[in-house]
Structure formats: structure tokens, C-alpha cells
């Protein structure tokens, strides 16, 4: 592990598949400019190194230029991207070959189209070392591709973490910082508001209900809560995007915190993978899924004895119990599979007093 500024990085890719890579790129370059004389054109700083790795393999003659673009600050793009140094020699006319370090949003790609496109060069392709699939959203064609990575953010070998990490020569990854990101499951009067709550406390995390949220945001007459809103008065689902996007707010809100608990969500697959991107740009991810378990019939007798003292017109009848009971099972299945396929799933003994159900549930939280 390597430590740059206040960010703590592990190994990710080794010199030798970096060296793969170029040799991957360096050869089907050779291929296509073959008797052409390119141009380089190397985007800088982060490109230094690949450029001169596919120069140096390059066995033509061929032109070396460098461009100075920028929208990088600290491991956030900004969206804009701001030329520091441009053009130093007029390309009309000429083969161009774009490389760059890394392909992430495609912003720095899509303003040097524009810049050679204004050249009138007679073609020009496009190399990068790295690719994030994951995070590119344009739709420039990208020729060569030494190697595609996951959305994360790395340094090393010609990429930095301000300023820092260009001449490693391997690449490290941005360590996920330890937070306990629980999704808490349970079928109606399984206990989970109770235990959430005793949670919460004894491991210092935010609670997020989505019915508190949705609640909070509707009383607030916020933009999204409006939103909610209007669908719920017309008795209509609230789609997804909505709910994230109030999720969202309150997990950046408390961003560096301890971690959460998220009760009531996610409810479907889209939600899930959602939840995964959310916490995955946050630096973190879901570290469970805990669903309590109780058997049915218990599960009625509870919520009788409940209705009689709440007055909850829903805990009252048998019939609308059991098949609360039974949409939560049909909701949860799918995701008992999502989280289950990552060994994330955990199943706990919701019958016994609440103390030794808390602990059954420590038990699962301590070992993540
Ligand atoms: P794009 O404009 O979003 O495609 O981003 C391209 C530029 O962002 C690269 O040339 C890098 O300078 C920077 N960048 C993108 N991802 C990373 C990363 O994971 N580590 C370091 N810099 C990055
Ligand atoms: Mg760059």
C-alpha cells in the first residue's frame, strides 16, 4: 500500500501487464501507419510515459507533439476541460495518432476532436492506455485500447493524485475507505425498526429509512418530494430515479461518516445496482444484506398483538398480514440473489428477545 497526500492507494496493475498493453497498442499501430508518417500527438502530463513507450516502438518515421489539456482536480473531473498548452504545429493534411493516458468521461477526447477537426487532418486515431468503460459517455470512436479498467480511480505510471504518483511504475488503486454500508431486510413485525435503531447507536451509522426520506422531502416541499408526490397522489409507483436521487442527497450529506443502514431499500434489482454506483463514487460499497428471518405464523401473531395497541388499521387483520407478508418475500427474493452471487447475504434468527437478536446481528457485522 502506498499513501499520496491524505489517500491511501493498493497495487492494481503490475509493470508487466502495463507492458502488455503497449505492446498490444504498439503493434496494431505499426500496422496501420505503416509507410505514413504520423504525427504523435501526446496529450499531457499523464500520457509522458505511454508516449514514449509506442514512439519508441514505432518503426516508421514519424512527427512528436504534445498538447497540455486539463479537467482533472484531485479524483474528481470537473466536466471541463481547459487547454494549457494547444497546438504547435499545423497538422492539415497529416495522419494523426491521439494518446493518451486515460479515457474516463471522454470530455478531454471530445474537446481534441473538436481542436483536430478545426486542423483538417486527414485522419486521426485515437490510443489510450487505459479505458473506463463504466464512465466514458461519449460516442467517439476509440481505436486502441491497451487495456480496460473498472471505474475507479488509479495513479501510477504517468497518472497522478494531485500532482503526485506519475512516475510509479505500477498502477495503484484508490483504497475503499472502511465504512459498514448494511441494507437491512425483514419481513412486517420482524423487528427491524427496533434493531436498526439499537444499530445505528452501538455503530455510530446513519439510519436511512426510505419512508423517513420520502416523508422528510415531501413535508419540505423539496424539488424531489415534489415530485414523489405527484406520483403518489395519482396512486402511481414512484419510479427509481426519484427515490435515488433523494437517497443520494442523503448519503453525500453524510459522506465520511461510519456508514449506514439502509432500511427499506433497495427494493428492486435497478435500485440495487443503483445503490452500488452511489456508494461506489463515495469511495465504499454495500459490505451486507441482512435479512431477519421469522417464521409467518409468528410473524401474524405479532403484528395482532401490535394492531391492537397501535391502532394500525394494517396490523388488524389476519388476511391483509399475510399478504404483506407475502409481497415482501416476492420483493426480496431477487435481491436475496443479487447480494447472495457477491457473498453478501446474510440470514439471521429474528425469533428471541431483542438483546439476543442484536447480538446474532453483531455477530454478522463484526465478521464483514
Ligand atoms: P476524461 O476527460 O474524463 O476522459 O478524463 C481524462 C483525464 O482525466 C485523464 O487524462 C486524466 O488526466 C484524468 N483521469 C481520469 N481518470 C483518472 C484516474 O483514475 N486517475 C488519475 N487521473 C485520471
Ligand atoms: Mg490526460
Do not use: W
Amino acid at each position: 500500500m502506498i499513501q499520496l497526500h491524505d489517500l491511501k492507494f493498493t497495487p492494481f496493475i503490475s509493470e508487466a501487464e502495463i507492458n502488455d498493453a503497449i505492446e498490444k497498442v504498439a503493434a496494431k499501430i505499426n500496422e496501420d501507419f505503416e509507410g505514413k508518417t504520423p504525427v504523435f500527438l501526446g496529450v499531457l502530463n499523464g500520457a509522458f510515459l505511454f508516449a514514449s513507450e509506442v514512439i519508441k516502438r514505432f518503426k516508421g518515421d514519424c512527427e512528436v507533439n504534445f498538447v497540455k489539456l486539463s479537467s482533472y482536480q484531485g479524483t474528481e473531473t470537473s466536466g471541463e476541460v481547459n487547454s494549457l498548452m494547444g497546438l504547435t504545429q499545423p497538422l492539415e493534411g497529416r495522419h494523426v495518432v491521439v494518446i493518451e493516458d486515460i479515457v474516463d468521461t471522454g470530455n478531454t477526447l471530445e474537446s481534441l476532436n473538436s481542436i483536430l477537426e478545426a486542423e483538417k487532418v486527414k485522419e486521426f486515431k485515437i490510443a489510450t492506455l487505459f479505458y473506463k468503460p463504466e464512465a466514458y459517455k461519449k460516442s467517439l470512436h476509440i481505436d486502441y485500447v491497451g487495456m480496460e479498467i473498472p471505474n475507479d480511480f488509479i495513479v501510477g505510471y504517468g497518472l497522478d493524485y494531485d500532482g503526485l504518483g506519475r512516475n510509479l511504475t505500477q498502477v495503484y488503486k484508490l483504497k475503499e475507505s472502511k465504512m459498514t454500508n448494511i441494507v437491512l431486510f425483514g419481513p412486517p413485525g420482524a423487528g427491524k425498526g427496533t434493531q436498526a435503531t439499537i444499530l445505528k447507536d452501538t455503530y455510530n451509522l446513519k439510519h436511512i429509512s426510505t419512508g423517513d426520506v420520502f416523508r422528510y422531502n415531501i413535508k419540505n416541499e423539496t424539488e424531489l418530494g415534489l415530485m414523489a408526490k405527484s406520483y403518489m397522489d395519482q396512486g402511481q409507483l414512484v419510479p427509481d430515479e426519484v427515490t435515488i436521487d433523494m437517497l443520494k442527497a442523503e448519503v453525500r450529506q453524510a459522506k465520511g461518516g461510519k456508514g449506514f443502514i439502509f432500511d427499506g431499500f433497495p427494493r428492486t434489482v435497478a435500485q440495487a445496482e443503483a445503490l452500488e454506483e452511489l456508494l461506489h463514487n463515495e469511495g465504499t460499497s454495500v459490505s451486507a444484506m441482512i435479512a431477519l428471518e421469522v417464521e409467518d405464523d409468528l410473524l401474524v401473531e405479532r403484528l395482532l398483538e401490535r394492531g391492537k395497541t397501535s391502532g394500525r388499521p394494517d396490523d388488524a387483520n389476519e388476511e391483509v398480514i399475510r399478504k404483506r407478508i407475502k409481497v415482501y418475500y416476492e420483493e426480496t427474493a431477487i435481491l436475496k440473489q443479487f447480494y447472495l452471487k457477491q457473498n453478501k447475504y446474510f440470514g439471521v434468527n429474528g425469533v428471541g428477545s431483542i438483546s439476543e437478536i442484536t447480538q446474532r446481528l453483531k455477530d454478522v457485522i463484526d465478521n464483514l
